[in-house]
């Protein structure tokens, strides 16, 4: 008989993590590729609405329960004129769109994305050009949309038929500006005055709303962690948010050492916590910076075949990249680990939502589908509602080649206390063995075990097609509830939503 290897947990609900921000279930588009266009927006499809929104995608997308989302770029917004996308549509210019060097027709703008927005029933966060722009444009921009009305560019919203204020209260100010492959790419000094006098400017148009400072566009920058002290040390009392961005992948084919990648992610939360705290102890402050991860996902399979594409072209195939099964694995701890820091990570967002990088695909004229990355998401973003416990575990460990202590089993745990119901998250990410996971829930008293879905495929490399659904979860997890703990089996390499519920008498 083989002994399985068992990892201890204990999920208590005392050992509270945080209230749930469900803006961490946030997506992003961008103008970029077919995100917009052939994504979100294709009048000719035989599944347009009236306004030429697919409804296929929609219905995806309500899957997701996605509660905001981040646009309109991305690197494309540093050099974008929002006056361009709003109007009549006949009369909106095509412009170079420099970030990616194509052709931006403007068909889809500010009010059209707000009414997409509304029905996929989330919140739009809104970024504002601080790359070739600054705090006029930024200022005129938020008064077109917030303003009820009685100046020039509220009245210039209601005149394009849009009465009453889109109320945006998110706004990103600029994208990743430490990067040097930015239109307007800025120093951290040149940034953060900038962010400031933006932040004051826009907060006098309407004090109500959240901003986002940039931060590192990932922790290889050279300049990471100083950019965000120094952007900090100029904006910490006008702004709310720090923006992280980070990117993975299995470039070396190492899957125990991809895999563990999220912990990468885990030390970079941890750094930037630390370095808005120690602003804060500097500044003599009560106010406390959140983080907002709002660029975050695996991107890499693409990077060659984008190289190929013809410059100035219009909507072309960028950043498609088609996700296999252990990316699944990867995002669902990326996932995992905005639970375990729910107390400061209050906005994350997938990038992207449609076609770039994305959970959800789709062909021009032709099918919708789901993504491997889609199912550890929608499980997360479905069940993760409500308050985050701190889950007490031990699991037997490995060392790959960037990283030591890697614990085979990653998870985290919610409660939410209004459906009285728990759900235990977990990835197996030993490659060749199964795990036992033991819970003590014994703190749920009253509480039954009604499911254990799972993710699990023999090829690491599977993926999903428009033809084939390869990667899908099933029910048949195999787990038991006695006397106050689960043990659940936890397959090799699998993802795995363990749900409790408190039995109604
Ligand atoms: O999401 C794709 C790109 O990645 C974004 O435009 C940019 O902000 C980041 O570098």
């Given at each position: 008989?083989?002994?399985?290897?068992?990892?201890k947990?204990?999920?208590?609900?005392?050992?509270?993590?945080?209230?749930?921000d469900?803006?961490?279930?946030g997506?992003?588009?961008?103008?970029?590729?077919?995100?917009?266009?052939?994504?979100v927006?294709e009048?000719?499809?035989?599944?347009?609405?009236?306004?030429?929104?697919?409804?296929?995608?929609?219905?995806?997308?309500?899957?997701?329960?996605?509660?905001?989302?981040?646009?309109?770029?991305?690197?494309?917004?540093?050099?974008?004129?929002?006056?361009?996308?709003?109007?009549?549509?006949?009369?909106?210019?095509?412009r170079?769109?420099?970030?990616?060097?194509?052709?931006?027709?403007?068909?889809?703008?500010t009010?059209?994305?707000?009414?997409?927005?509304?029905?996929?029933?989330?919140?739009?966060?809104?970024a504002?050009?601080?790359?070739?722009?600054?705090i006029d444009?930024a200022?005129?921009?938020?008064e077109?949309?917030?303003?009820?009305?009685?100046?020039?560019?509220?009245?210039?919203?209601?005149?394009?038929?849009?009465?009453?204020?889109?109320?945006?209260?998110?706004?990103?100010?600029?994208?990743?500006?430490?990067?040097?492959?930015?239109?307007?790419?800025?120093t951290?000094?040149?940034?953060?005055?900038?962010?400031?006098?933006?932040?004051?400017?826009?907060r006098l148009?309407?004090?109500?709303?959240?901003?986002?400072?940039?931060?590192?566009?990932?922790?290889?920058?050279?300049?990471?962690?100083?950019?965000?002290?120094?952007?900090?040390?100029?904006?910490y009392?006008?702004?709310?948010?720090?923006?992280?961005h980070?990117y993975?992948g299995?470039?070396?084919?190492?899957?125990?050492?991809?895999?563990?990648?999220?912990m990468?992610?885990?030390?970079?939360?941890?750094?930037?916590?630390?370095?808005?705290?120690?602003?804060?102890?500097?500044?003599?402050?009560?106010k406390?910076?959140?983080?907002?991860?709002?660029e975050?996902?695996?991107?890499?399979?693409?990077n060659?075949?984008?190289?190929?594409i013809?410059?100035?072209?219009?909507?072309?195939?960028?950043?498609?990249?088609?996700?296999?099964?252990?990316?699944?694995?990867?995002v669902?701890?990326?996932?995992?680990?905005?639970?375990?820091?729910?107390?400061?990570?209050?906005?994350?967002?997938?990038?992207?939502l449609?076609?770039?990088?994305?959970?959800?695909?789709?062909?021009?004229?032709?099918?919708?589908?789901?993504?491997?990355i889609?199912?550890?998401?929608?499980?997360?973003?479905?069940?993760?509602r409500?308050?985050?416990?701190?889950?007490v575990?031990?699991?037997?460990?490995?060392?790959?080649?960037d990283?030591?202590?890697v614990?085979?089993?990653?998870?985290?745990?919610?409660?939410?206390?209004?459906?009285?119901?728990?759900?235990?998250?977990?990835?197996?990410r030993?490659?060749?063995?199964a795990?036992?996971l033991?819970?003590?829930v014994?703190?749920?008293e009253?509480?039954?075990?009604?499911e254990?879905?799972?993710?699990?495929n023999?090829?690491?490399?599977?993926?999903?097609?428009?033809?084939?659904?390869?990667i899908?979860?099933?029910?048949?997890?195999?787990?038991?509830?006695?006397?106050?703990?689960?043990?659940?089996?936890?397959?090799?390499?699998?993802?795995?939503?363990?749900?409790?519920?408190?039995?109604?008498?």
């Amino acid at each position: 008989m083989v002994v399985l290897q068992k990892a201890k947990m204990i999920v208590d609900k005392d050992f509270r993590v945080s209230e749930i921000d469900e803006r961490i279930y946030g997506s992003f588009i961008e103008h970029l590729g077919r995100a917009v266009y052939g994504g979100v927006y294709e009048p000719d499809h035989p599944d347009a609405d009236e306004n030429g929104f697919r409804k296929d995608v929609i219905e995806l997308v309500k899957e997701l329960q996605v509660p905001i989302v981040r646009y309109p770029g991305g690197n494309m917004v540093s050099a974008y004129n929002w006056e361009d996308g709003v109007g009549p549509k006949e009369e909106r210019p095509r412009r170079l769109e420099l970030a990616w060097r194509t052709i931006e027709t403007n068909e889809v703008g500010t009010n059209e994305f707000v009414d997409w927005a509304n029905l996929v029933h989330s919140e739009v966060m809104m970024a504002v050009n601080l790359g070739t722009r600054g705090i006029d444009a930024a200022r005129n921009f938020i008064e077109y949309c917030n303003h009820p009305g009685g100046t020039y560019y509220s009245d210039l919203r209601k005149n394009h038929g849009y009465e009453k204020p889109h109320n945006i209260k998110t706004w990103c100010l600029g994208n990743e500006m430490d990067g040097p492959w930015q239109v307007g790419h800025k120093t951290a000094e040149e940034y953060g005055r900038l962010a400031l006098e933006t932040a004051k400017a826009m907060r006098l148009v309407d004090p109500t709303i959240e901003l986002v400072a940039c931060g590192s566009s990932n922790t290889s920058m050279p300049t990471f962690p100083e950019y965000e002290a120094t952007t900090l040390e100029h904006t910490y009392e006008a702004i709310d948010y720090i923006s992280l961005h980070q990117y993975y992948g299995n470039r070396n084919n190492d899957t125990a050492n991809y895999l563990a990648k999220s912990m990468d992610m885990e030390h970079f939360i941890k750094t930037i916590i630390s370095t808005c705290d120690y602003m804060k102890a500097k500044k003599r402050s009560k106010k406390t910076i959140n983080l907002s991860f709002d660029e975050w996902n695996v991107w890499y399979h693409s990077n060659d075949q984008d190289k190929q594409i013809e410059p100035w072209s219009i909507a072309p195939p960028q950043l498609e990249d088609v996700y296999n099964f252990e990316d699944a694995l990867l995002v669902g701890s990326m996932l995992l680990t905005f639970l375990r820091h729910s107390d400061r990570v209050k906005i994350a967002c997938m990038a992207q939502l449609v076609n770039v990088i994305a959970p959800i695909m789709t062909e021009n004229d032709g099918k919708a589908w789901k993504q491997s990355i889609f199912y550890p998401y929608a499980h997360v973003s479905t069940f993760g509602r409500g308050v985050a416990l701190r889950p007490v575990v031990s699991s037997p460990k490995y060392d790959s080649k960037d990283f030591t202590d890697v614990p085979y089993i990653d998870s985290a745990a919610v409660y939410n206390e209004e459906k009285e119901e728990v759900t235990i998250f977990a990835v197996n990410r030993h490659l060749e063995e199964a795990l036992v996971l033991d819970a003590d829930v014994r703190s749920f008293e009253g509480y039954e075990l009604i499911e254990h879905i799972v993710l699990e495929n023999d090829d690491l490399k599977a993926v999903n097609t428009a033809t084939s659904e390869n990667i899908r979860p099933h029910l048949n997890g195999i787990s038991t509830l006695h006397d106050g703990f689960v043990e659940a089996k936890l397959s090799k390499a699998s993802w795995n939503v363990i749900r409790l519920k408190k039995v109604k008498r």
